[in-house]
């Protein structure tokens, strides 16, 4: 969407912005139907039946599929204004969706005033209602003030031609987030060889560096945009400058994330009302991982350059190396030979790998894409 804007071909990106909310509207059946017929499976293969996780998950999973228009939605508004570089309009929508959901949790989990008492199937009520009224402001933000793009009914026939070229750059998304969840699955299952408390660390682990990862992920979805709209406008300097830009904050964020977890650790868990056992395992578990903090800011601006330059492939490669080639095996083999201690560096050895991986792809799509446009723009 943003090549076709940086090129100008107007008509050819509104077709594109149509055949995105046809996916969205797609993929949202896709998994209303696994909200029906797969969560009850997907918690089986994990936890047995008797255990609270089981109750309480296919609870929350079962909702948040079935009515899963309101994330698609909001995710595809979101992604409109970024294609133009209207980064405000997905912040709002962002915001709007996160304060309604804020707002109704602990009504609806705990059954405040009015509202019954739902636990789990609150949480996912209020999660599902702020994702909606998230589209909903998505809809009206984009009508209202994203003028470079028109949606229109004709153009949500299917087009197979556009959809390949989406999925082109797509599908390595689709597969990096999936990759994530199988190291998680299967990270879960080495560390719960160990007790239920490395588990937890893990867990609260992921929630911490959500914190750190999430500015450099929305620096992210600022640069694609900005680097796709000069690649169809062959301005490679542009290219080379947001390039620079992004990798410097990036690693600047990620720095400050690394001194947080360095010199605070126990305050970090503290938020955790976490025991002794916790402390004891946790407060060395997050020093070792954030050691890889540096270098997956680096990795993670390399990444977005090949999705904009629809390259996503390489990402792909990027991430499946990293984490099902590198870090698991990692962590299985020290889990059996060293031990639980040792585990945690699987991390920062996968780090070191994805930054190598992600030097060679750039120097080689540099090479060919962007080195060419100097000359030619000269």
Same mark, same amino acid.
């Given at each position: 969407?943003?090549?076709?804007?940086?090129?100008?071909?107007?008509?050819?990106?509104?077709?594109?912005?149509?055949? @995105?909310?046809?996916?969205?509207?797609?993929?949202?059946?896709?998994?209303?139907?696994?909200?029906?017929?797969?969560?009850? %499976?997907?918690?089986?293969?994990?936890?047995?039946?008797?255990?609270?996780?089981?109750?309480?998950?296919?609870?929350?999973?079962?909702?948040?599929?079935?009515?899963?228009?309101? =994330?698609?939605?909001?995710?595809?508004?979101?992604?409109?204004?970024?294609?133009?570089?209207?980064?405000?309009?997905?912040?709002?929508?962002?915001?709007?969706?996160?304060?309604?959901?804020?707002?109704?949790?602990? *009504?609806?989990?705990? @059954?405040?005033?009015?509202?019954?008492?739902?636990?789990?199937?609150?949480?996912?009520?209020?999660?599902?209602?702020?994702?909606?009224?998230?589209?909903?402001?998505?809809?009206?933000?984009?009508?209202?003030?994203?003028?470079?793009?028109?949606?229109?009914?004709?153009?949500?026939?299917?087009?197979?031609? /556009?959809?390949?070229?989406?999925?082109?750059?797509?599908?390595?998304?689709?597969?990096?987030?999936?990759?994530?969840?199988?190291?998680?699955?299967?990270?879960?299952?080495?560390?719960?060889?160990?007790?239920?408390?490395?588990?937890?660390?893990?867990?609260?682990?992921?929630?911490?560096?959500?914190? =750190?990862?999430?500015?450099?992920?929305?620096?992210?979805?600022? /640069?694609?945009?900005?680097?796709?709209?000069?690649?169809?406008?062959?301005?490679?300097?542009?290219?080379?400058?947001?390039?620079? *830009?992004?990798?410097?904050?990036?690693?600047?964020?990620?720095?400050?994330?690394?001194?947080?977890?360095?010199?605070?650790?126990?305050?970090?868990?503290?938020?955790?009302?976490?025991?002794?056992?916790?402390?004891?395992?946790?407060?060395?578990?997050?020093?070792?991982?954030?050691?890889?903090?540096?270098?997956?800011?680096?990795? /993670?601006?390399? @990444?977005?350059?090949?999705?904009?330059? @629809?390259?996503?492939?390489?990402?792909?490669?990027?991430?499946?190396?990293?984490? *099902?080639?590198?870090?698991?095996?990692?962590?299985?083999?020290?889990?059996?030979?060293?031990?639980?201690?040792?585990?945690?560096?699987?991390?920062?050895?996968?780090?070191?790998?994805?930054?190598?991986?992600?030097?060679?792809?750039?120097?080689?799509?540099?090479?060919? %894409?962007?080195?060419?446009?100097?000359?030619?723009?000269?």
């Amino acid at each position: 969407l943003s090549r076709y804007l940086g090129a100008k071909e107007f008509e050819r990106a509104n077709k594109v912005a149509s055949q @995105g909310v046809l996916l969205a509207i797609l993929s949202a059946v896709a998994f209303m139907l696994f909200g029906f017929f797969g969560t009850e %499976l997907f918690f089986r293969s994990q936890v047995g039946e008797e255990s609270p996780i089981y109750a309480y998950g296919v609870d929350y999973l079962s909702v948040c599929c079935i009515a899963s228009l309101g =994330i698609f939605g909001q995710v595809m508004m979101e992604r409109l204004a970024q294609a133009t570089g209207k980064t405000v309009l997905s912040m709002t929508m962002q915001l709007s969706g996160a304060i309604t959901n804020i707002i109704l949790d602990p *009504l609806l989990i705990l @059954g405040i005033g009015p509202f019954p008492r739902m636990e789990a199937k609150g949480a996912a009520v209020a999660t599902v209602i702020g994702q909606f009224v998230a589209f909903g402001m998505g809809i009206l933000l984009n009508l209202w003030k994203n003028k470079e793009i028109r949606l229109h009914i004709k153009d949500m026939v299917p087009n197979f031609r /556009i959809i390949g070229e989406i999925y082109k750059i797509g599908v390595p998304s689709i597969i990096m987030v999936a990759i994530g969840s199988v190291m998680t699955y299967c990270m879960n299952r080495i560390l719960g060889s160990f007790s239920d408390t490395a588990m937890s660390v893990f867990g609260v682990y992921f929630k911490l560096q959500s914190f =750190i990862f999430m500015p450099v992920f929305g620096l992210n979805n600022g /640069i694609v945009p900005i680097l796709a709209y000069n690649f169809g406008a062959r301005r490679p300097e542009r290219m080379t400058k947001a390039i620079r *830009l992004g990798v410097c904050s990036a690693v600047a964020i990620m720095a400050v994330g690394l001194l947080l977890f360095q010199t605070l650790p126990s305050v970090l868990l503290g938020f955790f009302n976490p025991s002794e056992a916790m402390l004891e395992l946790g407060v060395p578990a997050l020093r070792i991982i954030s050691l890889c903090f540096l270098f997956a800011g680096y990795c /993670i601006v390399v @990444g977005s350059v090949f999705q904009a330059l @629809g390259h996503g492939v390489s990402s792909m490669l990027v991430s499946l190396i990293r984490q *099902l080639l590198v870090l698991l095996p990692a962590a299985y083999i020290l889990s059996k030979t060293v031990g639980l201690s040792s585990v945690w560096w699987a991390f920062p050895i996968a780090e070191v790998v994805s930054m190598i991986l992600s030097l060679i792809f750039y120097a080689r799509i540099y090479r060919k %894409l962007i080195k060419p446009m100097f000359s030619q723009s000269v």
